[in-house]
């Protein structure tokens, strides 16, 4: 299927086609050094419909000229119909609308082909720059008309002053769809450049790094740099013979790669090195890819090109290649090749030049390709040394080119000079790097000069520390200066400190805010508080919205309501959301966890599996959990090895779950103590109990320690046991007390027992009789046998004989041989025989008939 091809392409290289509005030459856009002043940047009404664009002044790169056309027919792509729907819902709730792939990969083509066929009469607006876009919100954001804002390389428009969530949040309540094309690199780039806040405590991952949320939020769709198969069947359908060309290299390029000229521009600049050649020239483009890489894309001056090119001609061979002259360089490098495109362009702004942005990604994807050298940095750190916009954009690139030295240096620099978000920064790469002595000076600086997400900041690092009241004071600081993260986080604290009413206050505050607009919070508080009708109406027209937290928590809540059936049709509509859309992972975790405990166990499987192909990180030891119990052990077993042998120490504590209870106890005491060492719960007290039924009871007692410090207090009762056995009384009666709190009735009583007896052996009858005699009334048969061996033991035979009564009378047979020995030790041989009889199970209530004297009857 093919499209007519609009504008530009439908009547010639050169001419705008007619229609309403300004007449804007696409060529001059895209060629021309003088900057073009549109009405529009301050009157939105006046813009041009998408009907009327043209697909060359949108950034649609020229294909070699056909029949009067710059432009081939389009070609429908296997994206197109999931971008339709996306462009579908996007028209009646806004929103920002990403499309990512490689150079050429005809990202501007396909969103362009889009736009036209869902939203014609769209006004569509089209800033060159951060500061056109700023210019044009205002006008956008209170506009009744449909509007469409088209953002071409992304990266332009990000940094300081730029998009961010809020802005997008602000312009979705009216309504403007966002159509915006990024290359996968300057995606890479931009989120190893972007400094990470971490995870607090309560689990809720808050990047504070406006570009990095931003990008993390919108649902990507990703554009293949290689056509499929039904794609390029569908190009050479159509007998235009630029693609009947380019499809004859499609196993090695894309077709828009190969239209775009970007594999034929490679290789000219990797031959022009040869002497003869224009070795001067490629040194001047190797000099702009590298500047671009480190981050000066857009304008790179002549001047800056002048210099750096320099140490790349004379590292190649320099006067050895004959090089020509720079001003011949600099022409061979403008030229057009084939009335497509040029290694160098034009900046739009008219100030120097961007190169062919083909390259550099093709550098990158290189395997043998070099990092940028030292000299290049220092050029573009010299040559911006007034600009702190593009001393923030270089020092990002370092860090996506792993040059976090640089990056550090840039924004130290920055900050010395009163820069906030660059103290910041040096905040985050310190306490990265573990320096938190050092990232806690630089992020209270930043705060204190306005920068209200280093107060966040601050919050979280004081929260993952434990302090949670400098923690809650920071917080507060930042949610009051209007930082919606803040106010979430605060909320959560107050709601675990119990101040119940303010953690409401917060978490509406945060439901509301533009940025992170999250309910969830609110939504959990609303449930735990009892309002469970409040809760489900907040959370479900968050999530009828398009809040996939609130559908997340929406499930919890209809789940802990028993209403399971509907917490798992919310929960899987999450997941299945096309895309990359966030926490789809959880919502399948969450519907297989719920199919196991209603022991739908097959449903369980497809959901946990669904879980690990979404990311989830737990899923895939849940799983081979879920397996081992319910499924088939084998099957569980071998995940567990795959996820040992990638380093779980928790996949090594359930592996040894799984052996011993299939009564392989030696293996699994290996992978219990693999676990034990490091620190995995319950890993420890698994350990002890192995070690104790094999009377290993001196390498028990490390195990049993660290058991007891997580809380399993019955383990002291084997730590109790060493130390009586070596006679140190005191040590043992500690543990034997320890062993009381134990969670379990048997473990406890147990506990108390020995202890019990262990008070008698040192004298201190009272005591021990104090201890035990609770448990005897409480009908513990054994508490009743001890206390009265004990005091048979001294000698109190009548204070003995109730407690061995009740003890034998409720099944204890011990009893028996005791009330044996006490009988015999008052003398009472018949007695004695009939309870050492009873204790071997001898029968002594049957009658027995006397037998006849057949002797003489004694007078």
Known sequence: MTHQVHGHASENSRFFQQGHGQQVNAENVFFSTTPISLPWVTDPTSAPFVREVDPLDLGVKRAPIFRSSAVPPYIERDIDGRLDARLKNAIKAGGLILIVGDSTAGKSRTAYEAIVRSMPDHRILSPENIADMQAMLPGLATCSEPFLLWLDDLERFLGQNGLTSSIVAVLRRSRVVIVATLRAEERRRLLRGAVKSEESAHGHHVDLVSVEHLLNQVDSILLPRRWSVGEIAKAVSTQDARMLEASKQADRFGISEYLAAGPTLFEEWQLAWGAGGNARG??????????????????????LLREVHEHYLEEAGGFLLAPESFDEAIEWAKRRRNGVTSLLLPSKDGTGFRVFDYLPDAVERSNDSAPVPDFTWEAVKQHAANDATMLHRIATSAMGQDRADIGLQIWENLAEQGDATAAMNVGRILRRLERTGEALSWLTRAAELGQIEAA???????????????????????????????????????????????AEVWHRKAAADKEIGNTSGLGRLLAETGRIEEAEQCLRLSWSEGEIPAGIQLGWVLADSDRQDEALEVWKKVANIEGKAPFRDIAAFSAAVTHERRKEYEEATQWFQRAIELGHENAKLRYAIHLDEHVDHHAARQIFHELVEDGSD???????VSLVAKDEREEGLIWAKRAADAKVPRASALTADLLYDLNNLA???????????????????????????????????????????????????????????????????????????????QGHIHAACWIGQQLLDQDRTADARPYLLTAYNNGHIHAAFLLAALAAAEGKSRESTRWFQKANGVNTTSKQRPKKDRGRRRR
């Open 282 to 303: 490629a040194a001047i483009v190797h000099a702009a890819i590298d500047c671009t890489r480190a981050g000066v894309s857009q304008s790179i001056p002549e001047s």
């Open 456 to 502: 966040t900041e601050l919050g979280l690092l004081f929260e993952n520390e434990a302090e949670k009241e400098k923690a809650q004071t920071w917080y507060r600081r930042a949610a009051e200066g209007g930082n919606g993260h803040a106010m979430f986080h605060l909320a959560l604290l107050l709601q675990e400190n119990g101040d119940i009413e303010e």
């Open 650 to 656: 928790r996949a090594a504590f359930h592996l040894a």
């Open 699 to 777: 390498e028990a007692i490390p195990y049993a320690l660290a058991a007891v410090e997580e809380g399993s207090y019955k383990h002291a009762r084997i730590v109790a046991e060493l130390r009586e056995s070596e006679g140190d009384h005191d040590e043992a009666i500690r543990y034997y007390e320890i062993a009381t709190k134990a969670n379990g009735h048997q473990d406890r009583t147990a506990a108390i027992c020995s202890l019990g007896r262990l008070l008698f052996l040192r004298g201190d009858e009272e005591a021990g009789i104090n201890l035990l005699t609770p448990l005897f009334r």
